[in-house]
């Protein structure tokens, strides 16, 4: 197995690199995931004039300026998306497509997407909708089965089906596919919601709709709740306490992800409350 | 753990006098591997209690079907052949603890 680390966190905006720093500096073994340019939000911002210290700054100067300091303090980003964060008691599991980590405590600061679920999305997963194709394949051998790519990714996923269902059908949301198996029928269209009874039985798009034995819906950004199963959600954000502990031990969340105000300075103050609290926590179960 | 098939799932978890947790998976499902570990400590801490089983549905598609199983891992209770309980997806361990704890 791979070598544990003391805390993995995942997500570069403010709140994931002030917990990085914070976690360096107490001398513990830190794993960072994100991205090499650390945030868009940050990246984007015309201008900031609310982070103390800075006035005036434009958000690629402080994007410039929050990378400098993770070169002083030889903190790295692993450019890997996290797919899911397994609580297993003793330590923590963390997936990336290719790849799994250990961890003894995790930070989540991912930040938020507002990307809504489809109507019916949450009714009816586990009822015939459900987030991860290969998974659920077995299940669909020689059924009708939808699926709706957010990314290229998702196309993968589509023709792995193909090979064990007796017809899928694919809605990219992208734009036109790009490596799909001739055999899957690819159907433009924005889905608007999931219909069904007991169990989901159909898509529904503008101007069009698709029954299903089952549907799948494959995000570029992955919903907290799937991100971390077991976690403890409100209106879309972790539920922390003041020392930005969530419901399972050992983890904690920091940044947008736990609600408003979304600012910078909110989410390193959060980064670093959650990085300190994380130490103790590593400390007492060495 | 015990592996359960469609033929002995009537004996195994219906007719069985304890409470059954079954844990429904199959080999190329990643969550499934991290539900395995959890499902056997449980099966220790709740030796003499309940009976901890698992069913792959790529090979056993009629049970899988009949209790309309349509996500993997999904892992459900059974008490006097009767489905009590059922989580979908991963969960930690104490969410599994109390969903036990309940049907005790
Ligand atoms: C245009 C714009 C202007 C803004 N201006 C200001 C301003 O002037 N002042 C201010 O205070 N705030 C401003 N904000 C708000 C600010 O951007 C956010 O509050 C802040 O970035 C939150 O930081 P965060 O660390 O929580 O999350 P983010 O900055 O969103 O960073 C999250 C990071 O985690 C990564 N990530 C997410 N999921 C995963 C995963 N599964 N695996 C790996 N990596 C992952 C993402 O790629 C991202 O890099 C602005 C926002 C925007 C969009």
Redesign the pocket.
Known sequence: MSDRYDLIV???????ISAAINGVIRNKKVKV???RN?????Q????????LGFHGIT?NELKDVFSQHLEKMQVEITE????AVYALGKYFAITTKDNSYEATSVIV????SNKKSLEGENEYLGKGVGYCATCDAPIYKNKKVAIVGYDVHAEEEANFMLDVASEVVYIPLYGQPEKIKDGVNVVLGRPLRIEGNEKAERLVLHNDHIDADGIFILKD??ELDQ?VPGVQIEDNHFVVNRKMETNIEGLYA????TGKP??????AGE?QVAALNAVSFIDNMQ | MKEVMDATFVEEVMNSEQPVLVDFWAPWCGPCKMVTPVMEELDQQYDGKIKVVKVNVDENPEISEALRITSIPTIVLFKEGQPKDAVVGFRPKNDFEKMIDKHL
């Not at chain 1, 600061?109 to 938020?112: I, M, R």
């Open positions: 995942i997500g570069s905006g403010p709140a994931g995931f994100g991205s650390l945030s868009e939000k940050v984007k911002a015309p201008r900031v004039d609310n982070y958000g890997e998306k996290v797919d600061a991912s930040g938020v950004s992955v991100l920091a940044g947008d992800c979304y600012q910078y300075l909110k989410a980064g």
